[in-house]
């Protein structure tokens, strides 16, 4: 069922493409019998479709990250995210390119250098939305600077979330220039209104993502009832409610949880289950890593709490068979906690941390493990610490679990040691669909 309903989307994607192209074919951009200029011509046509592609690219990457329930559950939110950041380049180098090659066209035509022609395009359009272009040019650009790896991770979560919220308003300053200015959809009817309903489609899907969490607010009245120091830089949250069973959570997925009270009401973090929900309550456990996640320790008992979701796959209902390696990396052990309180059958779990000082829930492990009777693995050091220079190998794993190639891997941790850990479990016989993962990134 996922499947086929992934190819539905897949199918949708394509065609609005092969829409777009046509649209831009049934122009005449083809038909260069009356172009002054060859190059100019191709270069302004160009800029065109690329424009319109950018644009459509645009409105997927709002949709990828919108939070809409069946795109989590056909993907999950570990793959859109993936999704996301490649359709996020994409999108910047096809705007990027219709900016260079529209103007390019023109000022080759008329003789005159780039930002010559770029600031006349400006002045002369001025009422047609080349001015807003240019601010949403300049917002996608931000957006997409922040979200480079090594530029995010010197970033604190709020200050990168609050950038990403410009992309809206860059979409939105783009909207009054494509009909106005952009000539494919300027001269077709027909085209405007296929455009305005692509559109249009965004915005209801978007309404829904602002509505549902206001109707889990009224609906399911949740509200902080414990704050828990679990160490120094840990804090443990369980959060009630009404008709919480409602929500059929599983355990290791998450929610976007939301504080409403002073210094947290505007950013909403992902954070996962640390518990199996139990239709009463619903627990997390928050590692320090940004001015938001520092303060969790200073919730009051009581602030309302907005949660959207559940999200993510990574559930025991996907498993393939009975028997389950779980391995957690840091504060990873979150979603991993609440699966082997509730996962049945032959199961191992390791906990991989750098120092006996980042282990976190050891005593609910320990009395997790004794009462179900699953094998329970800590592994302390790095790479550099003596005699442990094959952590986590492929060899490593196979010695820890012998039989490792007969089970469904269950990886969540920070993204480097996710993606080596998934190298070595394939190279140890795992099969792809075996492996399930939780990248603790956005």
């Known amino acids: 069922m996922r499947t086929a309903i992934g190819l539905v989307f897949l199918a949708l994607f394509v065609a609005n493409i092969v829409a777009i192209v046509w649209i831009w074919v049934a122009n005449h951009n083809l038909d260069f019998r009356f172009a002054p200029d060859l190059t100019s011509a191709w270069m302004a046509r160009l800029g065109g479709l690329t424009g319109l592609l950018g644009a459509y690219l645009a409105l997927v990457q709002v949709l990828l990250l919108a939070r809409l329930p069946f795109l989590g559950r056909v993907a999950g939110f570990d793959r859109l995210t993936v999704w996301h950041r490649w359709n ?44 807003t272009a240019t601010i949403g040019l300049a917002l996608f650009v931000i957006v997409s600077v922040t979200s480079i790896v090594i530029v995010k991770r010197r970033l604190n979560y709020e200050l990168w979330y609050a950038v990403h919220f410009t992309a809206y308003a860059a979409i939105a300053f783009a909207w009054f220039h494509q009909i106005p200015t952009g000539g494919d959809l300027a001269l077709s009817p027909g085209a405007a209104r296929y455009w305005r309903a692509l559109f249009l489609v965004t915005l209801i899907l978007l309404l829904f993502r602002v509505a549902s969490p206001l109707w889990s607010l009224v609906r399911y009245n949740l509200r902080v009832a414990e704050v828990k120091a679990e160490s120094s830089t840990v804090t443990t949250i369980r959060i009630t409610g009404r008709g919480l069973d409602k929500l059929h959570a599983r355990p290791g997925q998450f929610f976007l949880w939301r504080f409403v009270t002073r210094g947290f009401w505007y950013t909403a973090h992902p954070f996962s289950l640390s518990a199996a929900p139990d239709g009463r309550s619903l627990r997390i456990t928050v590692k320090a890593s940004g001015d938001h996640t520092s303060r969790m320790g200073t919730l009051p008992v009581g602030t309302r709490v907005i949660a959207e979701g559940p999200f993510g796959t990574f559930t025991e209902a996907f498993r393939r068979g009975p028997k389950e390696l779980l391995v957690a990396g840091g504060i990873g052990i979150t979603p991993v906690r609440s699966l082997a309180e509730r996962m049945d059958g032959d199961l191992v779990v390791i906990h991989r941390v750098l120092s006996d000082a980042d282990i976190v829930f050891h005593d609910e492990m320990a009395e997790l493990a004794a009462r179900r009777g699953f094998e329970l693995h800590y592994l302390v050091g790095d790479h550099k610490t003596a005699g442990q220079p094959e952590l986590l190998s492929s060899a490593h794993l196979k010695e820890l679990v012998p039989d490792l190639a007969d089970r469904d891997v269950y990886v969540c941790g920070p993204p480097a040691m996710v993606s080596l850990l998934l190298e070595n479990v394939r190279d140890a016989g795992v099969s792809r669909r075996r492996v399930h993962v939780e990248r603790f990134a956005l």
């Open 88 to 131: 996020g380049y994409a999108c910047l180098t096809l705007v990027l390119a219709h900016t260079i090659l529209a103007v390019y066209g023109y000022a080759i035509d008329r003789h005159v250098g780039f930002f010559d022609q770029f600031w006349k395009l400006v002045a002369d359009n001025f009422l047609q939305g080349m001015v």
